[in-house]
């Protein structure tokens, strides 16, 4: 039997730089409380969101992604043509095939890049991640772009009070290359398929395409399960990418989890016993939950507002439909 020659990668691999992309339509509360009998106080004591930003029809899941892109590769000083692999985590791609990380990477202008999209929503861009760290350490490419992106608000029924208030719209994007050091710890990550139905699509394709009046599916959460879930088991999944990156809270100076509540993250905080010098990530105040997009966003707002900066740790935590969840612990650009 032949011996096949096998690939060997970088030694580490480490995020070189993230950008964003907010669209620009910013929503108060004000303008969203009349649909579902609600109130700017409701909403701010229970989920900590003042305004979300939701795009304007040109703002679309393309050229939000590649505006955070291009952010993110003159921050790491990397060119389009150096990306291996775009690795697009969505939810809100409404075309079936191709993936849109085709378009992105050929907007971009890589040189024939490898391009897919995973489903694995709020906790889409930390799974991204993870594989790019793995493809940079297996030597499968050499330079990875991550993207995490949303247009929530056309799956979002606006008089659904479960949902209404909480989705938003953005992108988010990481350069994954090599490194001397290890720039991305271990990932914690998995799924409990026994509660698929918490988050979800409301109607099948199918049943949308039976139906005699045409009507835009939209996705539904029974939230308050979701929140005790999150609350509970978040944590412990955060302390196990500690953990396993060999660290402790004191190592950490940045938290930034999913942006879904803000009650969540401080149950979260609470829960592992963060330091309070631990910087925490607050971006849903402003930006809503934009799902995939909301870690990278959280954290590029930390680095604009200098609360984050380079060789800092911390310690990502994302979770959502599927329910599925990853963490891992990054060295901050
Ligand atoms: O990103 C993916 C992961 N997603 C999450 O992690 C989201 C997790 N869930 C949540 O963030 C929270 O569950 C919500 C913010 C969605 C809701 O907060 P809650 O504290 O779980 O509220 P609840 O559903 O238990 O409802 C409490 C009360 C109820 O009234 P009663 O029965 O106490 O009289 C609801 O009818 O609030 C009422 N209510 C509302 N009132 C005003 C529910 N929705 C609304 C609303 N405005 N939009």
Known sequence: MPILNT???????????????????????????????????WIQQRSGIKQRRW?????????????????ALERSGMDAQQIDVVVVATVTHLLQTPAIATAIAHELGTDKAAAFDISAACAGFCH????????????????????????????????????????????????????????????????DGEKFDLIRQRE??????AADEPATPHLVMQGNPVFRWASFAMAKVGQEALDRAGLSVDDLDCFVPHQANMRIIDAMARSMKLPSTVRIARDIAEQGNTSAASIPLALERMIEDGEAKSGDTALFVAFGAGLAYAAQVVIVP
């Open 7 to 41: 690939t060997i990668g970088a030694p580490h691999a480490a995020i070189l730089g993230i950008g964003g992309f907010r669209p620009s339509r910013v929503i108060p509360n004000a303008d969203v409380v009349e649909a579902i009998d609600s109130s700017d106080e």
């Open 55 to 71: 795009a304007t029809p040109e703002e679309t899941v393309q050229v939000m992604s590649v505006g955070a892109a291009r952010k």
């Open 128 to 191: 991204g991640v993870s594989l790019a760290a793995d493809m940079v350490r297996a030597g499968s490419a050499g330079h990875v772009l991550v993207i995490g992106v949303e247009r929530l608000s056309d799956l979002t029924d606006v008089s659904d009070r479960g949902t209404a208030f909480i989705f938003a719209d953005g992108a988010g994007a990481a350069v994954v290359g090599p490194s001397q050091t290890p720039g991305i710890g271990p990932v914690v990550w998995g799924s």
């Open 204 to 209: 099948d394709w199918r049943d949308v395409i």
